[in-house]
Structures are given as C-alpha cells and as structure tokens.
C-alpha cells in the first residue's frame, strides 16, 4: 500500500474520532502513532515477526515528542498571556478600562457602546480568551447601557461581537501558537495582529456611531466629565498600556535601534506589572492560588493539543500527504485568490463546531503547506508570488486571515460561543436575543475579512518593519 | 468544547480514591502555576540584571527550556479530571444514560491504551539521556550552562502514569454508570450544555469580580 493510502485513511479514521467526541489532543496523537505503526509495517512487508519492530520505532518516535516538542522557549509565551489574563481580574482592569473609556468616548453617538469596545479591545491587550471578556463585560457594561436606555439586545450584540477582539490585539495566545505550528516568527505575528485588531475595533465603533445616528433610541451619548475626571480615569488602567506598549518594544523598537528584548521577556514583564497591580489591590495566596491553578490547567489543554497534533504531523510527513495535498491545492485550475477564499469558508463551516485551537491545530499541519504552495512556495519572492508578498508575509497574513475567520465564528449561529456566554450571564436575555443583536457585527466582520483580503498591507506594513 | 465540567461525589471506595488522586492532581498542576510564576520572576530578573546591572542572569534560556516540561506536562491529569481537554460535544452532547457512558468508556480505554505506549516511549526517551556513570548522570544537557535534561525528561512519564491512573479510574468509573444505569454517576466530568457551560464561566468570572471589590 502506498504511504499516501495509509495517510489517507489514518486522517479520516482522526475526524471520525474527533466527530464521535474523543478528546481532540488524544485522538490525533493516537492517530499519529497508529499512523507511524501501519507505515513502518507496510514498510516492512506486513512480515508478522517484525510487527512489534514496528511497533517499538514508533514508540520510540512517538515517545520523544511531549519533551522534545514543548522545550521551546517561544512556547513559554502561552503560559505567560494566560496568566496575564487571569491576575488582569483581580488587579481590577476591567473596571477601571470601562470607566476610562466611558469618560473618554462617551461623547460620540452611542457613547456608551462606543465605549464598551474601545475597555474590550483594551482589555484583549491583557487576556487572550474571547469568551471571557465578552463574560466579564456582559457583567458591567450591558446593565450601565441599560439603565441608560440603550436598546437591550444592541447591547447584548456589541458586547459579543467586541469580545472577539481579544485573540489579534496582543497578546494573543493562539497566534503564538499558530506561529510555532508553521514555524515563523513569534514577535512578527503578534505585531501582526495589532493593526487588524484595532481596524475590527474601529469598524465597530463606525457601526455603532452609524446606528446611532440612524436610530437614536438605540443609544444615546453621554456627557458631562470634565478633564480633570478623563484624565483622574486613566492610572488605574495605566497596567494596559504598560503590558500592550512592553510587548511591542520588545519585539520592535519603534525608534530606531534593537528591540529591547524578546517577547519572552516582553510578556513576563507584563505579567509582572499586572501581578503588582493585583497584590495593590488586595490579591493574596488564595486568589493567587486559584489564578494559578487556572493557568495550569489551561496550559496542559493547549500543551497537550500541541504535542499530540505533532505526533500527528510526524506521521503525516512519513505519509506525505501535506506535499501531496498542496500539489493538488496549487494544480487546481482557477485564481489562487478563489481557492484562499474557499478555504477561508471551509474555516467558518468548521469553526461552528469547533472551538479555534483544536480547528487551527488539527488543519494547519495540512493546509498552511497548500496555502504557501498556492503563493509560490515558502521562499517566494513578493515579485514572483501568485498574492504579491514573500513567502513569510503569507505565512503571516494568513494566520492573521484564519484566526479573524476563528473569532467570526465565536458570534456565528448556531453556537457562536460569545452569544451563549452573554445570554447566560444576563437573565433578562435569550440567546435569540444576543444572536439578533450581534447581526450587524457579523456584517461588520464579514466586511472587514474582506478587507483584510484585497489589502494585504493592512496587516503586513507593521511586521515589514520589525 | 473545553470547560469546567462538575464531579460528583459520595462515600464510595471510587470516590474516595477518586479525590485521594485529585489531592496529587492539585499538587502536580500547583506545581506548573508555580513554575509559570518562576519563568516571569526570571524574566524580570534577566532583563532588570542585563540593563541595570549589566549582568545577565547566567543559562536563562536553560531554565526556561527545563521549566517548560513542568508547566506543560504536570497539569494534563488534573485537566482530564475536570473534563477541561477540548474535544468536539455535537454528537455526544446529544446522548444520554447508558449510551453516553459507553461512548465515554470506549473514549477514556482508548486514550489509557493511547497513554501506556506513550510511557513505554517517553520513558525510553528519558532513557536514552539518563547514566549512573556519567556526571551528574547525565548524557546530555542544555547548550549554555549544561544543565542535565534527564529531570525534564523524566517529567512527561510521571505525569502520563498519573494519568494512567486518572483514566483507569474514569474506566471503572463510567463501567460503573452503564451498570448501575445512574443519570449522574460519581467521579467522572458530567457534560455541561453550552448554556451551562456559559453560566459556569459567568459564574466563575463574577465570583473573581466579587472578591476584588
């Protein structure tokens, strides 16, 4: 039997387990060691005495991927944003963004709901989990904006829709770990989502002032603080700015000269501040406690996800099949620009059932291989390539593309996760509500998708200068 | 879909070896928030010496290389516990009583088989770096201040035998279920719907909120 065959049926019989609701990180890493077993048998002649030589390479191969493939130093970036965002909860951030950013742009038309995006997109600097933020800011902004009459499910809608801000503003966990899966630069990828994210941001807050001049009952502005008030706002939020504007120094140093380090070290400094913060305001052992566990146990899903997709992934280079998918990706008779875009969709589709990580994880092994091949090639230059940018820049842009396409997918119907959190925090809501709600958002990010894809410089002018 | 998932308890011998292992469990994920929290002490450490006092701290990118097993392997049996490793629910959210624990049980004997080869194979990896003879017993060791790999190395079967015993339990566990025919059986992760699973993350972030007030 051919290697491709085995390929083949080996990655059905994963989806086939993945389906039927086998834990996603077990079921490839079984598939990558069933696969390497079948392989290195075939090789073998199918002879029965050397099925347990078989066995015991691939073992053996199997074996040494958990420590081999998790020592790595970009990889201590995920732990380190995950923490970040759970000490954000008990130094008080949440609070002190939305009262800043209520007093700030609470004069525009829907000052309210403009306000509510601009403390989410803040608050995404500290946590990389959507659902979370859209949790934490059902709970303070959809009861202000109703007490001032905003319409109930507008409401419910902005705040799911800006809570997947928080996987392109860094940090961003799931960048990195897009980044470490097709093996480019950490740093240009999370300066790479800094400009799409405050570009969703922006779409927002235009829809939003739109609407409400269109419809003033949906939200009317607020007025009234003076300077003194904006400006007394702005230090409790200060650890935001320090963890967004660290992070990014020490990738890129906007002044000329080194960065000031790695994002490694960008990020635990971040951490830090946040850390100190949480302990001013009154965090202790317990909370500290709690905290961490919280992180370890995020940690060891996402760390487990991880290696068991790359015992897969050796497999899959045993078998061939990402050179033999993206053969036929780059063979296909119509524009390249035609069949990114289908790709994207496939993403959307599966994004409806499933949660980001797992999708990007289980596909990408296969599909970031076809994408670079649809370009060119890894090494493309910008001027021979099929979508006019080098090799990185793609890898780049389109990790950008499908997490965006993961984030839409938290407000799609007909489990966008966002819309079910916001619902169930909020009684007086149902999740037709919310969903009702988010529709023009949806919009919104379906445009702003499109953008992204016919200006590429969009997200690449930022990384092209680090 | 990951998430908190709820674990019920009673007097029986499985629970009670059931939260006897979740006391470990605690432990070992305890011990990777830890070494989250030391890698961020380190890193303040390394940047503070390398620009205030000109003085790096000597084989960072060694301790971050031997810490990361820690962070990364020790909390995988306590995630299994409380359900928290993310998988696909559209199809077996929709079952329930007998089914649904037969499903589980075929899941969790799958993944305990999946989890003995990975102990043969990581343990033999650990293996092939370990030496009574050699100093420090160590064949190889990290680039910069030669540190031995072979403690990091040991971690993955450590925790995978954890896990071993965390899935052998949930095997009794969910055989225990079909039998019995219990609507909520003990010691293992009930599903939680999305709605649930919405009210629990609410929940859980409101309770942070409260305390910080």
Known sequence: ?466 | MAGNAAVLEDGSTLSRLDRGLEKIEIRLALVSGLAVFGLMLLAVLSVGGRNLINKPVPGYVDWIELAMPLIAFMGVSYTQRLGGHIRMDILIGKLKGRLLWTAELISVLVMLILVFFLIWGSWAHFARSFDWAAPLWSRDSTIDIRLPLWPAKLLAPIAFGVLACRLALQVWAYSRAIVTGAQNPIAVPLPLSAAELAAEEARHVSALDEETR
């Open chain 1, 1 to 466: 039997m051919e290697a491709i065959d085995i390929g083949l049926i080996v990655s059905g019989g994963l989806l086939l387990f993945v389906f039927l609701g086998m834990r996603v990180a077990f079921a490839a890493a079984l598939a990558g060691f069933v696969g390497l077993t079948w392989i290195f048998w075939n090789k073998f002649g199918y002879d029965p005495s050397k099925f347990m030589k078989a066995l015991t390479i691939s073992v053996k191969t199997a074996g040494q991927i958990p420590h081999a493939k998790v020592s790595n130093q970009a990889l201590s970036l995920i732990p380190t944003f995950i923490l970040i965002g759970y000490l954000a909860y008990y130094a008080g951030l949440t609070k002190a963004l939305f009262e800043a950013a209520k007093r700030w742009a609470g004069w525009m038309p829907g000052g309210m709901a403009v306000a509510t995006v601009f403390a989410t997109a803040g608050f995404s600097a500290v946590s990389g989990a959507s659902v979370a933020t859209s949790a934490v800011f059902a709970r303070i902004a959809i009861p202000e904006m109703q007490a001032m009459g905003y319409n109930k499910r507008f409401a419910a809608g902005v705040v799911a829709a800006a809570g997947t801000l928080a996987s392109l503003i860094p940090p961003s966990a799931i960048l990195v770990i897009y980044a470490i899966i097709v093996e480019q630069d950490v740093g240009k990828l999370l300066l790479a989502g800094f400009v799409p994210g405050a570009f969703s941001a922006i779409v927002y807050v235009s829809l939003i002032v739109g609407m409400a001049m269109i419809w003033p009952s949906y939200g009317p502005k607020i007025t009234g603080y003076s300077w003194r008030e904006k400006f007394a706002s702005l230090p409790p939020a200060f650890p935001i700015f320090f963890v967004v504007g660290i992070i990014i120094f020490f990738i890129y140093n906007p002044f000329g000269g080194d960065p000031w380090g790695t994002p490694t070290e960008g990020g635990a400094l971040g951490a830090f501040v946040v850390f100190l913060m949480a302990m001013f305001k009154g965090m202790r052992w317990p909370q500290l406690k709690d905290a961490l566990l919280e992180t370890a146990k995020l940690s060891a899903m996402i760390f487990t996800i991880i290696w068991g997709v790359l015992i897969y992934v050796r497999f899959l280079g045993f078998a061939q099949l990402p050179s033999a998918f993206a053969d036929w990706i780059s063979g296909l008779e119509q524009s390249p620009m035609l069949t990114l875009v289908l790709i994207l969709l496939a993403y959307a589709v599966l994004g409806m059932f499933m949660d980001a990580i797992g999708m990007l994880l289980l596909t990408l092994p296969v599909v970031y291989p076809a994408v670079m091949a649809l370009n060119g090639g890894e090494m493309v230059s910008a001027a021979e390539s099929a979508f006019g940018m080098s090799g990185p820049m793609c890898a780049i842009w389109f990790g950008i593309l499908v997490v965006k396409m993961a984030e839409f997918c938290l407000i799609t119907p007909p489990i966008g996760l966002n819309c079910f959190v916001v619902a169930g925090v909020r009684d007086d809501l149902t999740v037709q509500d919310v969903f009702r709600g988010v529709m023009p958002f949806f919009f919104a990010d379906a445009a702003t998708i499109g953008l992204l894809l016919a200006f590429p410089w969009i997200v690449l002018w930022l990384p092209s200068l680090a």
